[in-house]
T-cell receptor, first 114, second 113 residues
């Protein structure tokens, strides 16, 4: 069965802390994505990756960076967390062939920055 | 750029009522269209999709038809159940490269017994 896991369901951090959100997929997918979900705004793409060590900015990359050292793992990094980064963060992955336009989502990490 | 607009929620219906959630899109090319559903406390799941004009996607009693002339992809279900209570997202993919998704703002649906 398709599976995307995220390292934490809930996370509380303080302003200025460095925050790591981890995502792992077991489907050998080439593409991985990080979104943030806010009420009334839907999901907005932060960064995505189409291969190991490759990354592309999405619509709202400011204040975030990413790392993809292995195919199955995609990390989102908040270099210095701020209160406006309090949100739900969702990771997704998709294949380059077959059902290539279907993204599979993890359960999400609800991050609170105090 | 590409965009998706959904009808605003929240939507509250009684069990067995007919459901329509409107979705319209703006895109320069020929996008694929999707409906995703998010149940409480979970991530998003693909509900249905359509990849070209006049295609109908269907799943779990839900349907949506890709209408190029009206740039719409409205979600319908003939008789909703309490278990359909969730947030529904309309989305499009431009079909390029990694096929990023552009989402609407989501519509929260509550079904009362």
């Amino acid at each position: 069965d398709v599976k995307v896991t995220q390292s934490s369901r809930y996370l509380v951090k303080r302003t200025g802390e460095k925050v790591f959100l981890e995502c792992v997929q077991d489907m050998d997918h080439e593409n991985m994505f990080w979104y943030r979900q806010d009420p009334g705004l839907g999901l907005r793409l932060i960064y995505f990756s189409y291969d190991v060590k490759m990354k592309e900015k999405g619509d709202i990359p400011e204040g975030y960076s990413v790392s993809r050292e292995k195919k199955e793992r995609f990390s989102l990094i908040l270099e210095s967390a701020s209160t406006n980064q309090t949100s739900m963060y969702l990771c997704a992955s998709s294949a380059d062939r077959g059902t290539r336009n279907t993204q599979y989502f993890g359960p999400g990490t609800r991050l609170t920055v105090l | 750029g590409d965009s998706v607009t959904q009808m605003e929620g929240p939507v509250t219906l009684s069990e067995e009522a007919f459901l329509t959630i409107n979705c319209t899109y703006t895109a320069t090319g020929y996008p694929s269209l999707f409906w995703y559903v998010q149940y409480p406390g979970e991530g998003l799941q693909l509900l249905l999709k359509a990849t070209k004009a006049d295609d109908k996607g269907s799943n779990k009693g839900f349907e949506a038809t890709y209408r190029k002339e009206t740039t719409s992809f409205h979600l319908e279900k003939g008789s909703v159940q309490v278990s359909d209570s969730a947030v529904y997202f309309c989305a499009l993919s431009d079909g390029q490269g990694a096929q990023k998704l552009v989402f609407g703002q989501g519509t929260r649906l509550t079904i009362n017994p």
